[in-house]
């Protein structure tokens, strides 16, 4: 299994800004994915972030609204930019631990309301 | 294309009864089947998962789903209710390919007394 924490857990931002949201893995994963929950929906992927190349996004989702960094096994960002009401959703980072594996674990998730 | 389906966006019983959230999948290869629970405030927790050994997997806190390829059907059920099986439950899929999970727009379970 993997233990996965997120921050910041919740934040109230004003429109225009940006956030970046932090995930940690306690152990070395090999996928990394970022998901979107609007309120009252279902998970939405954003984008899959593999460490040593670039993200990859959904249809939808682009890297200048969604720019996210993988430096390490461990570790992710993703920055929401240039925010707008419509961002306010849940963040959540999921991890699968190895190439095949048939599990995902998920992060608490960021809870982000933007003004 | 692979997608979920999940029957009924809210399901109310009364503490005791069964429960019953329905899911069927459509994935044009055998899936990996999941169910995973969001409690209010909380990231998803998985309950249960089928990977293609038994059809019938027991999960936690009581829960159980049977895979029923002839129906493309994934349900989750528990015997008797508790007031703390309230939450919102996903139904989700991997079709094996090393992408993420697909996941179904979720039930909500509410547990009267």
């Known amino acids: 299994s993997a233990v996965i924490s997120q921050k910041p857990s919740r934040d109230i931002c004003q429109r225009g800004t940006s956030l970046t949201i932090q995930c940690q893995v306690d152990s070395q994963v090999t996928m990394m994915f970022w998901y979107r929950q609007q309120p009252g929906q279902s998970l939405t992927l954003i984008a899959t972030a593999n460490q040593g190349s670039e993200a990859t996004y959904e249809s939808g989702f682009v890297i200048d609204k969604f720019p996210i960094s993988r430096p390490n096994l461990t570790f992710s960002t993703l920055t929401v930019s240039n925010m707008s009401p419509e961002d306010s959703s849940i963040y959540l980072c999921?991890?699968?631990?190895?190439?095949?594996?048939?599990?995902?674990?998920f992060g608490p998730g960021t809870r982000l309301t933007v003004l | 294309a692979q997608s979920v389906t999940q029957l009924g966006s809210h399901v109310s019983v009364s503490e005791g009864a069964l429960v019953l959230l329905r899911c069927n999948y459509s994935s044009s290869v055998p899936p990996y089947l999941f169910w995973y629970v969001q409690y209010p405030n909380q990231g998803l927790q998985l309950l249960l998962k089928y990977t293609s050994a038994a059809t019938l997997v027991k999960g936690i806190n009581g829960f159980e789903a049977e895979f029923k390829k002839s129906e493309t059907s994934f349900h989750l059920t528990k015997p008797s209710a508790h007031m703390s099986d309230a939450a919102e439950y996903f139904c989700?899929?991997?079709?094996?390919?090393?992408?993420?999970?697909?996941f179904g727009k979720g039930t909500t379970l509410s547990v009267s007394s």
């Open positions: 989700a899929l991997d079709a094996r390919g090393g992408t993420a999970l697909i």
């Open positions: 999921s991890v699968r631990t190895g190439e095949g594996t048939d599990t995902q674990y």
